[in-house]
C-alpha cells in the first residue's frame, strides 16, 4: 500500500466511522466561524479608535465607553461560541470512540479464533485502546483548531481586503511565505518520520524483551548482557531524535518567524501608500496588529500535521478487525439436540501455517461417550489437531464432521453448545470462583451441587476449600492471585460444566503428577460417562483404560487403537511407556524411602 493510498483509505475509514455525528462538527464549525468573526472584533474596534484619533481627536472621549461595551460584547461571544464548539466536539469525539470500540468488540467478537490466535493479544490490544484513544486528539482539538486555523485568515483577510487590498495582500503573503520556507527546509522528514516509529517500536520491543527476561538474566549473572540489546535501541532512538530535532528545528524556527514577519512589508507599504495619500494611519496600524495574529492560530494546528501519520496509522490498524465478519456458514439441513450422542469424524485433514503444513491427511473418529487420549512428540501437531476437533481451526483439507455436520457449519452458539475446549492458555476473569465456573452455563447458573462435582473431578476441591471464601473467594484479573496448575484445575471444571457432549482437553492435565492423572482420569469416565472426551497428553501414565490411543508423529496419525495393542505394534509409543514406568516406579522408591506419599 503506498501512503496516499494508505492516507486515503484512512480518510475514508474516518469519514464511515463519523458519519451518525456529522451534525455535531458541522454544528462546532459554524461556531468556530462565530468565534473567528467575533476574535476580528477588538481589531476592528482598535481600528476604528485611531480613525476617531486621527479624524476627530474631540469625539473619541464620547466614543470610549461605546467601543470598551462592543469589545466586551466580542470577547463574551468568542468564549461562549468556542466554548460550545469545543463542548460539541469533545462530545462527538467521545460518542465515536465509544461506537467505534462497540464495532471493534463486536467484530472481534464475530472474528474466527485461529484469525485472533493469529493477530496476538498486544496488537488487538493497541488497536482497541491506543488507536481508538489517538482519535481523540483529531476528533475533539484539531477538528475545531484547524477550523479556526482556516477560518481566521479568511475572516482577517475579507476585513483587511475592506480597509485595503494591497495592505491585505501584504499581510496574507507571509503564510505561503513561511510554508515555502518550512516546506523547503523539512523536505523528506516524512522518510524520518517513518524510521522514528521503526526505532520507536524496536526500542519498544527491546525494553518488554528486557523487562520480561531479566529475572532469567539475573539468575544466570547475565543482566549486563541483557542490556545490549536494549542500549543499542536506545541508541539508535536517540541518534535518530538528535538527527530529526537538527532537522526540524531550523525550519520550524524560520516558519515562525516568517509568520511574523508581516512587518517587513507592511511598513514600507503601509509608510510609501500613506506618504501618497492613498492609505490612512488607521489603515496601517490594523492591516499591522491584524498581520500579528492572523496566523497565529496555525502554529497550535502545527501538531494536526505530526500527529496525522500516528492517527492514520492506528486507522490502518483497524482497518482489518473492522473488515473481519463471522465466516459464511455451510448449508444445515438440521440441528440435532446438542446433547444427543453425536460421532465426530476427521476424514483426511490437512492443515498449515502459512506454507508449512502441521497436520496430513487425519483421519480419526471419537465415538459417543468414549475416551480417547492423544500423544506424540513435542511439536507434533497435537494443539493443532486437538483446535481442529474442537472446531476452533477450520481444515485447509479434509473435513471434520459432528453427528455428520461439517464443524465449520456451526455458528458460535452451536459450536459451544456441543463442545468445550481448554486450552493451554487458561484464562479466567476478574470475579469470583462462582462467576468464572458459571461462565460456561448461561443463563441458568448450575447449582452448588454440580459446580463441587465438577471442582472434585478436576482436583480442584480442596484447592477451593482452602480458600477464605470458598467458591465466592475474588480473583483478580486472570486469576492472577492462583499458580498456573490452580488456574488450569477451575478451567477444567468450567468446561466440566459447560455439559457439552464433547470436552477437549489441551494439556490440561500438566498440573499433574502421574497419580493424580490416573485419579482426573478414572474420575472423569465415572462422573460424565455420556461424555465423548479427546485429552491431549504428555504423560501416559493413567491411559491404558482410555478406549483409544491415537499417536501423532510429524503431523501423521502413526498409531491408533487401545493401550495393549500400540504397547505392541508401536515403538514410540512402547519406548514413551517403558521410560515412564522406570521413572515412576523411581520416584515411588524415593517417596517410600522418605516415609511419605511420593504424590499428594
Ligand atoms: N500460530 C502458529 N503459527 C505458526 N506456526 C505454529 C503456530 N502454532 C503452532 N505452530 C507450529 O506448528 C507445529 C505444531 O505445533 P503444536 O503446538 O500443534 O504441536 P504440539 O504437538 O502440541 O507441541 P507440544 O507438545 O510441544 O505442545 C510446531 O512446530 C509449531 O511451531
Known amino acids: 500500500m503506498t501512503h496516499d493510498s494508505g492516507a486515503a483509505d484512512a480518510w475514508r475509514l474516518l469519514a464511515t466511522l463519523t458519519a451518525g455525528r456529522r451534525m455535531a462538527w458541522l454544528a462546532a464549525l459554524w461556531l468556530t ?34 467601543l470598551a461595551g462592543w469589545l466586551a460584547l466580542a470577547l463574551v461571544l468568542k468564549y461562549l461560541a468556542y466554548g460550545g464548539a469545543y463542548l460539541l466536539s469533545h462530545h462527538g469525539a467521545y460518542a465515536v470512540m465509544a461506537a467505534t470500540r462497540r464495532r471493534l468488540a463486536g467484530h472481534l467478537a464475530e472474528a474466527p479464533l485461529h484469525w485472533l490466535y493469529a493477530q496476538g493479544a498486544g496488537a488487538l490490544k493497541q488497536s482497541v485502546i491506543q488507536d481508538v484513544e489517538r482519535m481523540e486528539a483529531f476528533l475533539a482539538h484539531h477538528t475545531v483548531e484547524v477550523g479556526a486555523a482556516v477560518l481566521a485568515p479568511l475572516c482577517a483577510a475579507a476585513l483587511l481586503w475592506w480597509v485595503d487590498w494591497r495592505l491585505a495582500l501584504a499581510v496574507l503573503a507571509t503564510g505561503p511565505l513561511a510554508w515555502l520556507g518550512a516546506h523547503w527546509t523539512l523536505r523528506g522528514m516524512g522518510r524520518d518520520h517513518d524510521r522514528f516509529n521503526r526505532a520507536s517500536a524496536r526500542l519498544d520491543n527491546a525494553t518488554v524483551e528486557y523487562v520480561r527476561n531479566m529475572p532469567v538474566m539475573k539468575v544466570f549473572c547475565r543482566a549486563g548482557e541483557g542490556f545490549q540489546l536494549l542500549r543499542r535501541r536506545l541508541h539508535d532512538y536517540y541518534r535518530l531524535t538528535g538527527r530529526i530535532t537538527r532537522r526540524t528545528v531550523p525550519g520550524w524556527a ?12 507592511v511598513l514600507p507599504l503601509g509608510a510609501w501608500l500613506h506618504g501618497r495619500g492613498e492609505a490612512g494611519a488607521a489603515d496601517v496600524a490594523a492591516a499591522l496588529l491584524l498581520g500579528a495574529g492572523v496566523f497565529r492560530p496555525l502554529l497550535k494546528v502545527s501538531r494536526f500535521f505530526m500527529e496525522m501519520p500516528e492517527i492514520f496509522a492506528g486507522l490502518r490498524r483497524m482497518a482489518p478487525i473492522l473488515a473481519c465478519r463471522r465466516p459464511p456458514r455451510l448449508p444445515a439441513p438440521h440441528s440435532p439436540p446438542s446433547s444427543a450422542p453425536e460421532t465426530l469424524r476427521l476424514s483426511g485433514v490437512g492443515f498449515g501455517y502459512g506454507a508449512r503444513a502441521i497436520l496430513a491427511d487425519v483421519s480419526l473418529t471419537l465415538r459417543p461417550g468414549s475416551f480417547n487420549v492423544l500423544v506424540g512428540p513435542s511439536g507434533a501437531g497435537k494443539t493443532t489437531l486437538a483446535q481442529v476437533v474442537a ?30 475446549f481448554v486450552t493451554q492458555e487458561v484464562f479466567l476473569f476478574a470475579g469470583t470462583i462462582r462467576d468464572n465456573l458459571c461462565l460456561a452455563r448461561p443463563p441458568a447458573p448450575p447449582d452448588d451441587a454440580a459446580l463441587h462435582t465438577a471442582l472434585r473431578v478436576a482436583q480442584a476441591a480442596e484447592l477451593v476449600a482452602a480458600l477464605p471464601e470458598g467458591l465466592d473467594t475474588e480473583l483478580r484479573e486472570l486469576g492472577t492471585r492462583l499458580s498456573g496448575g490452580e488456574r488450569q484445575r477451575l478451567a477444567v471444571a468450567r468446561a466440566l460444566l459447560a455439559d457439552t457432549p464433547l470436552l477437549v482437553l489441551d494439556e490440561a492435565t500438566a498440573f499433574a503428577d502421574s497419580l493424580t492423572q490416573r485419579d482426573f482420569f478414572r474420575a472423569l469416565r465415572e462422573t460424565y460417562p455420556r461424555k465423548t472426551c479427546l485429552v491431549v497428553a504428555h504423560r501416559l501414565y493413567g491411559i491404558e483404560r482410555s478406549d483409544q490411543v491415537l499417536v501423532l508423529e510429524g503431523g501423521r496419525l502413526s498409531g491408533c487403537g487401545d493401550h495393549a495393542r500400540l504397547l505392541r505394534e508401536h515403538a514410540w509409543y512402547r519406548g514413551m511407556w517403558r521410560c515412564e514406568a522406570e521413572n515412576d516406579a523411581w520416584a515411588l522408591r524415593r517417596g517410600a524411602e522418605h516415609g511419605g506419599a511420593a504424590h499428594d
Open 391 to 420: 472446531g476452533v481451526l477450520p481444515p485447509l483439507a479434509g473435513e471434520a464432521c459432528i453427528g455428520g455436520r461439517p464443524l465449520a457449519a456451526l455458528d458460535d452458539a452451536e459450536r459451544a453448545r456441543r463442545v468445550a
Open 254 to 265: 524560520l516558519f515562525t518567524s516568517m509568520l511574523g514577519a508581516h512587518v517587513l512589508l
Open 33 to 66: 466561524m462565530v468565534a473567528a468573526l467575533a476574535e476580528l472584533a477588538p481589531f476592528w474596534l482598535i481600528y476604528r479608535a485611531i480613525a476617531l484619533l486621527v479624524e476627530a481627536p474631540q469625539a473619541l472621549g464620547a466614543a470610549l465607553p461605546g
